[in-house]
T-cell receptor
Framework: KQEVTQIPAALSVPEGENLVLNCSFTDSAIYNLQWFRQDPGKGLTSLLL?????REQTSGRLNASLDKSSGRSTLYIAASQPGDSATYLCAVRPGTGGGADGLTFGKGTHLIIQP | EPEVTQTPSHQVTQMGQEVILRCVPISNHLYFYWYRQILGQKVEFLVS????????KSEIFDDQFSVERPDGSNFTLKIRSTKLEDSAMYFC???????????FGSGTRLTVV
């Protein structure tokens, strides 16, 4: 059974710092990996999607990498801003096929950017 | 940008009552999902739906749950006899065919009292 772990569980940093959020998964047979942002009491906003054949994806100040063989992904946030404060979730889609494509989520990293 | 729309945003129901949560997926998407998030816990997969039938369901999705796509736009989750432990945020999601990612709705917060 796939397990997704995110470290750290919480992080508080001053505005302007670059930071790295970590995600690890136990079964490397994934189809893709998606990073989401969740604001308190709100839905999930997709940030980046990395296919299993890709090594990284970039969107603005965000960069996500994937090392499928070691079961790891990182989300790099450059020049952090108070508006980046949220919970960041990592989710993997299984690569087993046969219609099984439910995502497995980590518990998230709760990020606070201090002004 | 197209959105997944969920209604209602909040619902309070008494234990043992039936509840229906509604979702309008993005119009050209073919795969539909329900997830739930109990307060303070992980987002958990419930069920996926494709071509008018369930393609996968988790252990959570027991006989108390059912899904339906009654017309060309709506996708519903029904809980037949709600329990206190069904209290959670329920998210609907959809995706198109191929390698694309998921789009999630803003959720329905269900409180069972």
């Amino acid at each position: 059974k796939q397990e997704v772990t995110q470290i750290p569980a919480a992080l508080s940093v001053p505005e302007g710092e670059n930071l790295v959020l970590n995600c690890s998964f136990t079964d490397s047979a994934i189809y893709n990996l998606q990073w989401f942002r969740q604001d308190p009491g709100k839905g999930l906003t997709s940030l980046l999607l990395i296919q299993s054949s890709q090594r990284e994806q970039t969107s603005g100040r965000l960069n996500a990498s994937l090392d499928k063989s070691s079961g790891r992904s990182t989300l790099y946030i450059a020049a952090s801003q108070p508006g980046d404060s949220a919970t960041y979730l990592c989710a993997v889609r299984p690569g087993t096929g046969g219609g099984a494509d439910g995502l497995t989520f980590g518990k998230g990293t709760h990020l606070i950017i201090q002004p | 940008e197209p959105e997944v729309t969920q209604t209602p945003s909040h619902q309070v129901t008494q234990m043992g009552q039936e509840v229906i949560l509604r979702c309008v997926p993005i119009s050209n998407h073919l795969y539909f999902y329900w997830y739930r998030q109990i307060l303070g816990q992980k987002v958990e997969f419930l069920v996926s739906f494709y071509n008018n039938e369930i393609s996968e369901k988790s252990e959570i999705f027991d006989d108390q749950f059912s899904v339906e796509r009654p017309d060309g736009s709506n996708f519903t989750l029904k809980i037949r006899s709600t329990k206190l432990e069904d209290s959670a945020m329920y998210f609907c999601a959809s995706r198109p065919f191929g390698t694309y990612g998921y789009t999630f709705g803003s959720g329905t917060r269900l409180t069972v009292v």
